[in-house]
């Protein structure tokens, strides 16, 4: 699949798609959100309002096969923001096939094209086929993550 997708920036005419894949990945990780969370999301994705907030989509064809989120936000470590991938999924039928490298790198390359030195992610421990990626395409570090009860 890898070179057959393309990935743009997520726009208006994406919502049904878009909405339908962040769906799967919300139920992937067992959790919803409401309706207006979806609505409010989708409106900052696609809003130069918002230009911290990023999505981009990939296509098969017309066919939505993933999405990624991300954020870029200040550091007290750094002069630079840094990039906060924050939701990647792709499609069942196209894992292991590179889209979601190519998501990942698409993420990357406009962390750099907005002077982002850093990018980092959080996932699942048990989300065992993703961090195979993960492991070929960054650094695990041995940070633990807590929040609030």
């Known amino acids: 699949m890898s070179g057959k997708v393309r990935i743009r920036p997520i726009e208006r005419r994406d919502e049904s798609g878009w909405r339908a894949l962040w769906t799967e990945y919300l139920d992937f990780y067992e959790t919803t959100v409401s309706d207006e969370v ?4 989708f409106a900052r994705l696609c809003s130069s309002d918002h230009p911290d907030q990023n999505g981009l989509i990939a296509l098969s064809g017309d066919r939505p096969v993933g999405l990624v989120h991300y954020i870029f936000h200040p550091h007290n470590w750094r002069i630079e923001k840094t990039c906060y991938l924050q939701d990647l999924y792709t499609h069942p039928d196209v894992r292991g096939t590179g889209v ?14 907005a002077g982002c030195p850093s990018v980092y992610w959080l996932t699942q421990d048990f989300n065992t086929q993703a961090r195979r990626l993960y492991d070929r395409v960054g650094k695990l570090t041995p940070f633990i993550k807590y929040a609030r009860p």
């Open 38 to 41: 979806y609505q409010t999301t």
């Open 100 to 113: 979601g490298r190519e998501l990942i790198e698409a993420v990357y390359a406009a962390a750099d094209a």
